[in-house]
Each structure stands twice: as C-alpha cells, then as structure tokens.
C-alpha cells in the first residue's frame, strides 16, 4: 500500500505546484497567500507519503483529497483534478491493501513450506 499511495501523493506534489502558478494569475488573491496554502499542501503531501502505514495517515490523506476538490473554487480545473486524484487515492488504498494482504499470504506459505521440508538423509 505505501508504494502505491505514496506515488500518488508525490503526483499531487506536482498538481499542487501548477496549480499555485495557475492561481497567482488570479488578480484577487495575493501571491504570498497562495504560496502559503500551496507550501503547506506541498510539504504535507510528501510528509504523508512516510505516515502512510501510521495510525491516522490515510485519513490525513483523505483530508489531502477533500481540499484538493475545494481548491476548485479557486483554480476551476482543481475539482476536475482533485476528482481525478480522490479515486486515485482510493484505488491507492484499496488495492494497496489487498497487494499488503496477498504478500503476507505468500510469505505464510512460503514459511510453512520450509518449515515442514524434511532435511536431507545422507
């Protein structure tokens, strides 16, 4: 699951940076303001690709998904994206998960199976 979801959060490292620059073209908001809001969306999405496996990191990610479809009052094409991105995050989790699980049965059997092979009589 960390691989995937953290490909994903890298990807909207760089949706949040086009976008900001997207955004300073907008007469009505202030560069520093937008760069504020931009940096903090930026650090946290490559913070978060640490906390993944951490108690409360996809939640965070979830909040990272709910504000990238609001930053579409500001860049319109953001509720596109942010879209784009929220199923890509679910997939990221979902499937992510199952991969997590099928690993861990593999390395069970893989386990048993060494664990009743009977050493050679010589």
Not at 44 to 50: A, D, P, Q
Not at 81 to 99: P, T
Request: aromatic fraction near 12%; charged fraction near 10%.
């Amino acid at each position: 699951m960390r691989m995937l979801c953290a490909s994903t959060l890298i990807g909207e490292f760089f949706v949040i940076g086009f976008a900001g620059l997207v955004a300073m073209k907008d007469d009505s908001l202030a560069m520093s303001t937008v760069w504020t809001v931009c940096g903090i969306a930026m650090v946290l999405s490559v913070l978060l690709c640490g906390m993944i496996t951490r108690p409360g990191g996809v939640q965070l990610g979830w909040a990272l998904q709910i504000a990238l479809i609001a930053s579409g009052f500001f860049v319109p094409v953001m509720f596109f994206l942010g879209a784009v991105f929220a199923v890509l995050w679910w997939a990221s989790v979902h499937y992510g998960r199952r991969i997590d699980e099928i690993k861990a049965r593999w390395a069970a059997n893989a386990a048993a199976a060494e664990g009743s092979a009977e050493p050679d009589a010589a």
